[in-house]
């Protein structure tokens, strides 16, 4: 049985947004393609990556007009090819680290504007996550290897625990760092028991390449996106899907899950951000993002969302010349954006 938008929320008593009234902002910020983008874990700072090889600090209030100042952000210089993707200190909101095509994960205090640590990885590196605890890093794509930060050398690689061939689209720990999450580009995923990499549960539900794998905050669900423009909510309780949203068009390019765990953001190939009900499955709302969508990533507090566009071509240029700025942008959009960045419902 259907139930009605706002009843998914009062049901669990909570004001139900109203999406249609939130504005959005925006700021080129890069030289080239913004990649990846993140909030640090108090929300003070939203840090973006691209394909100009930097990493840029934004202050919150930088984010605050409907026309961000660029100057107020900080760039940090270090990598010598794209960067792919970051990932802030799960507590320490002064730390974070980034992967890059050139082979290195590099750990940063952004109150010293330069790396802390340089750790070389054996090929490129896709995606990067903590654990939890904050001890740990992830890095890698076609292997992954887990770096203890106290010692800066790899713990150990999950090069054979996967097979032959398989390209590991992306990596998540869960929010309480016992199950860490491999989607593969065969539309499969698993789940191992951390830290003994026993498997927990695996699927091969998506019908193309597995792209993106998200964790609700209270440890209660998973959600996997693919290529079949399909988003899997599972039950991590019982290892079974309870859900699912596919009102939705185009590849899973992105996803993020709010502060409260209620919805998901999900960026895709068709220009549009869908956010939908992890509950129900439904879509709430829907707006274009005037580009494929890369990155998003909800506020850990508050009703904002960053996001930023996937590659422009050529040919896309030159029917569209604005789409290049858009490739270029960290966008926000929220509650109160254009008119001062409003606190959490």
């Known amino acids: 049985m259907d139930v009605p938008y706002a009843q998914q929320f009062q049901s669990r008593n909570i004001h139900p947004p109203d999406f249609k009234t939130w504005g959005s902002a925006a700021a080129r910020a890069h030289k080239d393609r913004v990649l990846s983008v993140g909030w640090s874990s108090d929300g003070r700072r939203l840090a973006s990556v691209s394909a100009d090889k930097s990493l840029r600090i934004w202050p919150d209030k930088a984010l605050q007009s409907s026309r961000p100042d660029a100057k107020m952000a900080t760039a940090m210089i270090g990598h010598s090819d794209k960067v792919m993707q970051l990932a802030w200190h799960p507590t320490d909101s002064n730390l974070l680290s980034t992967v890059s095509l050139d082979k290195t994960l590099r750990c940063w205090d952004i109150r010293a504007r330069a790396p802390t640590h340089t750790l070389l990885l054996d090929t490129p590196a896709y995606n990067v996550a903590y654990h939890p605890d904050g001890t740990t890093v992830a890095a890698g794509a076609e292997t992954i290897a887990f770096f203890d930060m106290t010692a800066a050398t790899p713990m150990k690689t999950l090069e054979q625990k996967q097979k032959t061939g398989l390209i590991n689209h992306d990596f998540k720990w869960s929010a309480d760092g016992q199950l860490f999450t491999v989607c593969c580009d065969d539309g499969s995923f698993t789940a191992y028991r951390y830290p003994s990499f026993e498997q927990e549960f695996a699927s091969t539900t998506h019908t193309s390449d597995l792209t993106k794998v998200e964790f609700t905050r209270d440890n209660r669900y998973m959600l996997t996106g693919g290529g079949d ?70 506020h850990p507090t508050n009703a904002l969302l960053a ?18 700025n858009i490739s270029s942008s960290v966008r926000v959009w929220g509650k109160g954006v254009g008119r001062g960045v409003s606190k959490g419902e």
């Open 307 to 324: 996001y930023a566009s996937e590659d422009i071509t050529r040919d896309e240029h030159l029917r569209e010349p604005g789409l290049m």
């Open 229 to 298: 423009a399909v988003v899997n909510v599972w039950d991590l309780e019982e290892g079974a899907c309870v859900n699912t949203i596919n009102d939705i068009e185009g590849l899973v390019r992105s996803m993020s899950i709010n502060f409260n765990s209620e919805c998901v953001a999900i960026g895709t190939d068709d220009r549009n951000i869908s956010i939908a009900s992890i509950h129900t499955g439904h879509v709430l709302h829907s707006f274009n993002a005037g580009a494929r969508t890369k990155a998003v990533a909800w």
